[in-house]
T-cell receptor, first 115, second 115 residues
Framework: NAGVTQTPKFQVLKTGQSMTLQCAQD?????MSWYRQDPGMGLRLIHY???????DQGEVPNGYNVSRSTTEDFPLRLLSAAPSQTSVYFC??????????????FGNGTRLTVT | AQTVTQSQPEMSVQEAETVTLSCTYD???????LFWYKQPPSRQMILVIR??????QNATENRFSVNFQKAAKSFSLKISDSQLGDAAMYFC????????????FGTGTSLTVIP
């Protein structure tokens, strides 16, 4: 059971470049989300989804887009990277309906540097 | 958005001793779930313990236990018989049961275990 698979592990971008962080889960979780982790700031919610075709903004959505075409996949797109987006990114998923005490299952994270 | 506050950026404990990490949260909801996660230097996010708000009994998992005070909106983590492997960043998290069932995290407490 792979759990939450997040790629790549590391990425360096130049300002203005675009890229997509991939996230896939094989646990049939309805809920999927993206967080960024910065020193002293904890984990901040970027976007989340409660099912295929449904996405919503979290605490820090600016500069990021998401889509959820299938239950399994939830990619995060940076359209025009900025140095302020240098961070560690985590994808995480959970059961939602009928199992709200279900914890988040995390991917291994992506360290992104924007120069 | 709900806010989760961890007021201790850093804590230290002697090996085999007990340490308590504090967490408070702000919410107007009556039903929710609370979690503690551990993040060792490997960056992996590991579930430590969870608590349902409707349960008065405090959750325990081996050496880990919580002190859940719903009226005070407090959710502290107690680690007994601390071990070197407990050294990590610890995050408190709040899960909504309304809306999108989002998870919100605190800023973390870095725990050092002194041999």
């Amino acid at each position: 059971n792979a759990g939450v698979t997040q790629t790549p592990k590391f990425q360096v971008l130049k300002t203005g470049q675009s890229m997509t962080l991939q996230c896939a889960q094989d646990m049939n979780h309805e809920y999927m989300s993206w967080y960024r982790q910065d020193p002293g700031m904890g984990l901040r919610l970027i976007h989340y989804s409660v099912g295929a075709g449904i996405t919503d903004q979290g605490e820090v959505p600016n500069g990021y887009n998401v889509s959820r075409s299938t239950t399994e996949d939830f990619p995060l797109r940076l359209l025009s990277a900025a140095p302020s987006q240098t961070s560690v990114y985590f994808c995480a998923s959970s059961y939602s309906r009928g199992a709200r005490n279900s914890p988040l299952h995390f991917g291994n994270g992506t360290r992104l540097t924007v120069t | 958005a709900q806010t989760v506050t961890q007021s201790q950026p850093e804590m230290s404990v002697q090996e085999a001793e007990t340490v308590t990490l504090s967490c408070t949260y702000d919410t107007s909801e009556s039903d929710y779930y609370l979690f503690w996660y551990k993040q060792p230097p490997s960056r992996q996010m590991i579930l430590v313990i969870r608590q349902e708000a409707y349960k008065q009994q405090n959750a325990t998992e081996n050496r880990f236990s919580v002190n859940f005070q719903k009226a005070a909106k407090s959710f502290s983590l107690k680690i007994s018989d601390s071990q070197l492997g407990d050294a990590a960043m610890y995050f408190c998290a709040y899960r909504r049961t309304a809306g999108g069932n989002q998870f919100y995290f605190g800023t973390g407490t870095s725990l050092t275990v002194i041999p």
